[in-house]
């Protein structure tokens, strides 16, 4: 067996997956705990280890409309393209992104009647 069919099993069932799942997880526990950073590091670790899956761009987003809790602004631009990008990810678009834009935008459009 050549070693790029074994590097491709290995990707697929091996440890990349289950590496994949434990950033996830590890984020969505330093985000709970408002550790916005940590978040951010553990969901770019995810989404290096598999690019082609939206979950961990869809979290991404999630990080960046909760930084206004921590004292940072929210970042309704950086959400944006978190969430789309999750949309167009080539293996496992992450669906749910879908309508957290459109509560993005609603979100965005409460904010201008309001301040502008």
Same mark, same amino acid.
């Given at each position: 067996?050549? #070693?790029? @069919? +074994?590097?491709s @099993?290995?990707? #697929? &069932? !091996?440890?990349? $997956? &289950?590496?994949h799942?434990?950033y ?5 526990? /330093?985000?709970? +705990?408002? @550790? ?10 995810? @989404? ?7 979950? $961990?761009?869809? #979290?991404?987003?999630?990080?960046? #409309?909760?930084?206004d809790?921590? !004292?940072? /602004? $929210?970042?309704p ?13 080539v /293996?496992?678009? *992450? ?6 834009v =459109?509560?993005? *935008?609603?979100a965005?459009a409460?904010?201008? =009647?309001?301040n502008?």
């Open positions: 067996q050549s #070693q790029r @069919s +074994t590097d @099993s290995i990707e #697929q &069932t !091996g440890v990349v $997956p &289950t590496l799942r434990l996830i997880y590890l984020g969505d526990l /330093h985000r709970y +705990t408002c @550790s916005y950073p940590s978040a951010d590091a553990a969901y770019a670790k995810a @989404s290096c280890l598999a690019p082609g899956k939206g979950n $961990p761009y869809n #979290q991404l987003a999630v990080v960046a #409309q909760l930084k809790s921590s !004292g940072a /602004h $929210p970042l631009a950086v959400a944006l393209y978190w969430y789309c990008r999750s949309l167009l990810a /293996h496992d678009a *992450f669906e749910t992104s879908r309508s957290n =459109e509560r993005l *935008f609603m965005n409460k904010w201008i =009647e309001k502008v």
